[in-house]
């Protein structure tokens, strides 16, 4: 046998054993060796054994000019071996790696169960001026415009700004359906220096949590004397002996009411105000309806002795039909100025 057919058969066995090699690890569960580290080694053993074999071998003289060297057989078995492997590298699959799933957060949503709306400034509008030291009332009105019932227990607190001598809390003066509106009042006093003011105040409820939004009061403290009147809140400066009335107010004890008519439903509202001094003062309520074909009842003015300081005055309603308005105190003398809209609902059902 000549050196020529040595070199082709052993490379053949060598590329059988390599392939079977690589059949066999692709098919057992033991874990599977690197690609490059098998062609490594099988073209290690390859090139030992084609190196023994020529070593080994004794050449033959040969005249056919086509017949390749030794080497060249050498090179060109070797070749073919490292061709298959890398072919062979090729068709075997990369380790997957594992599938990582990624944690997902979860966003926490806005807590729409308590929420305040502001609504207008009943008294007290942006920018009033006020003489340093002025006694005055602000009311807000406001909309429970989320899903909870506020009671009486839920507060309006000061935050932040200008406390203006005024409490730390007040309660809410009714109970207050989710879609409803109150009207929320708290007694202050203008600071004894001149300059813009402003003061945070925000809902509290029974927990003692906050409740969005927050609502403020703001106004403008001038020298004594040159303030003016904001219509339904405060009256002109008189002079000193002359009788002044001020914090002029209407509020209503739950202004939204869902329920049975086969009684009367009971609303009761009371008209406020302060006076410097002992006086006459003639009131008369003032009342309006969107609902078609509604006609209130009001009492006729009245005129009664009132001693110095704050007043209270209480109406009661009964209505048995389906109805919204507002009524509010207008005061005609000693003062001409009347008081805030306290509005009401009344949803009647079967």
């Not at 020529?54 to 003289?61: G, V």
């Not at 019932?149 to 507060?155: G, L, M, N, R, S």
């Not at 809390?169 to 300059?195: E, H, Y």
């Given at each position: ?65 086509g017949s390749p060297t030794p080497e060249l057989a050498l ?64 009311t807000w009105r406001l909309k429970n415009s989320g899903a ?114 086969s009684s009367a439903h009971t609303f009761t509202f009371t ?80």
């Amino acid at each position: 046998m000549n050196l020529r057919m040595i070199f082709i058969r052993l490379s053949l066995i060598t590329l059988a054993v390599a392939l079977g090699a690589c059949q066999s690890n692709a098919e057992t569960t033991t874990p599977t060796l690197d690609a490059k580290v098998v062609l490594t080694a099988a073209a290690e053993t390859a090139m030992v054994r084609l190196t023994q074999a020529a070593a080994q071998a004794t050449p033959s003289p040969s005249t056919a000019s086509g017949s390749p060297t030794p080497e060249l057989a050498l090179t060109s078995a070797f070749s073919t071996v490292v061709a298959q492997f890398t072919q062979q590298a090729k068709l075997t699959p990369s380790p997957q790696p594992s599938q990582t799933l990624a944690a997902s957060a979860t966003v926490g949503a806005s807590n729409l169960a308590e929420r305040a709306l502001y609504v207008a400034d009943v008294t007290i509008p942006d920018g009033t001026d006020f003489s340093p030291g002025t006694a005055f009332t602000k009311t807000w009105r406001l909309k429970n415009s989320g899903a909870s019932t506020w009671t009486t227990a839920y507060t309006l607190a000061f935050i932040s700004g200008e406390k203006m001598g005024g409490p730390d809390k007040v309660n809410l003066p009714s109970t207050v359906q989710p879609g409803a509106t109150v009207d929320i009042s708290v007694d202050l006093v203008a600071p004894s220096t001149t300059g813009t003011f402003r003061g945070y105040w925000k809902i509290i409820n029974a927990a003692g949590k906050f409740v969005d939004d927050p609502v403020y009061v703001e106004i403008d403290v001038i020298q004594a004397g040159a303030a003016t009147q904001p219509v339904g809140t405060i009256t002109a400066t008189l002079p000193s002996s002359a009788v002044t009335l001020t914090n002029v107010s209407m509020a209503v004890d739950s202004n939204s009411f869902t329920g049975a008519c086969s009684s009367a439903h009971t609303f009761t509202f009371t008209g406020r105000f302060t006076l410097n001094q002992p006086a006459s003062v003639t009131y008369k309520l003032e009342a309006g309806s969107d609902t078609p074909g509604f006609t209130f009842n009001l009492p006729a003015a009245q005129t009664n002795s009132f001693s110095a300081g704050a007043q209270a005055l209480t109406f009661t309603f009964e209505f048995s039909q389906t109805v919204s308005g507002w009524i509010s105190l207008h005061i005609t003398s000693p003062i001409d100025v009347t008081s805030n809209q306290a509005s009401f609902n009344l949803t009647c059902q079967p």
